[in-house]
């Protein structure tokens, strides 16, 4: 994991939510799931790109981005101005099929 980023809960998979915080600078890759993001705080300078087209943040909402689309992620602003800091509900993509999604539980299992 990046410095620049802190997962806040759990741990990323289809199905997970986690609290995650991307500090001044940081970047995010991608994968491929969607995701339902419910934006808490979006300074100045946050940008979220899918498929080349840029998209809106607003605090107290959600946004639902289908991540096997190349995006960006990045804070761009500066460090007086604090962390992004968004909740994330992952989601199977509705292309995976079942028995796909039977391997990749078994790909994400925790750690017994």
Same mark, same amino acid.
């Given at each position: #994991? %990046?410095? /620049?980023? *802190?997962?806040? =809960? $759990?741990? &990323? $998979?289809?199905? %997970?939510?986690? $609290? %995650? #915080? =991307?500090?001044? /600078? @940081?970047?995010?890759?991608? /994968? *491929? ?13 946050? %940008? ?9 943040? +607003? &605090? ?7 991540? /096997?689309? *190349?995006?960006?992620? +990045?804070? !761009?602003?500066?460090? &007086?101005? @604090? ?11 509705? !292309?995976? +099929?079942?028995? &796909?999604?039977?391997? *990749?539980?078994?790909?994400? +299992?925790?750690?017994?």
């Amino acid at each position: #994991m %990046e410095p /620049s980023i *802190l997962c806040l =809960l $759990g741990r &990323e $998979g289809p199905g %997970e939510a986690q $609290g %995650e #915080m =991307l500090l001044p /600078s @940081g970047r995010l890759p991608f /994968s *491929l799931k969607r995701q339902t993001v419910f934006c808490l705080k979006i300074p100045p300078g946050c %940008e979220l790109v899918v498929g080349g087209e840029p998209q809106c943040w +607003a &605090e107290g909402h959600c946004l639902l981005v289908d991540d /096997s689309f *190349l995006h960006t992620v +990045a804070h !761009n602003g500066s460090p &007086e101005d @604090g962390p992004r800091v968004v909740f994330i509900v992952d989601l199977w993509h509705p !292309n995976v +099929a079942g028995a &796909e999604r039977q391997a *990749l539980d078994f790909v994400f +299992a925790p750690d017994p």
